[in-house]
C-alpha cells in the first residue's frame, strides 16, 4: 500500500470548506480545473452542482478512483500530471485544496491562475503560512501573511482565515499547521 493510497483511504469524501463557499457565491455553474484534485472530494462536488471541470492531479491512483467514483461523464476532462506542468483552461473557478503549496513553480502557477480566471471568475484553496510545521521545507512554498496579502491584492478577497493550530495529518501524524483558507474574486 502506498503512501497515497492510505492517504485516500483517510481523507474523506466531504467537500472541502473553502470550495463550498466559491460555489455559494456562483448565480450558474461554469468551468472550474481542481488542482491537485486526489481522489476527487472536491471534483465530485463540481459535478454534482452542474460544473464543467478539468480535474488535475499527478498521481494516478487519484485519478483511478474519480474515475471510478463519477463513471463516464462527459463534463469531466482529467490529467494525470503536475499541475503546474498542466494547461488551464479560460475558467470560472481554480481550486487547489491543500495543493498549491507543493507546487514546484508556486509564482508561475499563480500568473497562470490570474491568467485563466475570467473576469468575476474565483480561486478558492488553501496556503501554507511560515510558522508551519513543514517549514522551511525547500520543497513545499509558505508565506508570511504580509505575503499572502501581497499576493491577493489583485482580488476582491471574499475570504481570508488564517488558522493555526496544533493537529494530525490525514494519515494521523502530529503537526503543527499555519494556514490561510482563501476565496478570493478577479476583478
Known amino acids: 500500500m502506498t503512501d497515497w493510497t492510505r492517504y485516500y483511504d483517510a481523507v474523506g469524501d466531504d467537500p472541502r470548506d473553502t470550495l463550498l463557499q466559491a460555489l455559494d457565491r456562483f448565480d450558474v455553474p461554469g ?24 480535474a ?15 463513471g463516464d461523464d462527459d463534463r469531466l476532462e482529467t490529467h494525470v500530471t503536475p499541475f503546474e506542468d498542466a494547461a488551464l483552461p479560460a475558467c470560472d473557478l481554480v481550486n487547489a485544496s491543500y495543493s498549491l503549496p507543493f507546487c514546484a513553480r ?18 478558492s484553496g488553501q496556503l501554507f503560512g511560515d510558522r508551519d510545521g513543514w517549514a522551511p521545507d525547500p520543497g513545499i512554498t509558505f508565506l508570511t501573511r504580509t505575503e499572502v496579502e501581497e499576493l491577493l491584492g489583485a482580488y476582491d478577497v471574499e475570504r481570508l482565515d488564517e488558522v493555526e493550530e496544533d493537529s494530525k495529518t490525514a494519515l494521523g501524524n502530529p503537526k503543527h499547521w499555519h494556514l490561510f483558507h482563501i476565496v478570493v474574486r478577479r476583478r
Not at 468551468?31 to 478539468?54: K, N
Not at 498521481?59 to 474515475?67: D, K, P, T, V
Open 106 to 123: 508556486f509564482d508561475e502557477l499563480w500568473e497562470r491562475i490570474g491568467a485563466a480566471l475570467r473576469p468575476g471568475g474565483r480561486f
Open 56 to 70: 488535475i492531479d499527478s498521481e494516478a491512483e487519484g485519478i483511478r478512483r474519480l474515475r471510478a467514483a463519477v
Open 31 to 54: 468551468v472550474a480545473a481542481d488542482l491537485g484534485c486526489g481522489s476527487g472530494r472536491d471534483t465530485i462536488e463540481l459535478l454534482r452542482r452542474g460544473w464543467h471541470v478539468v
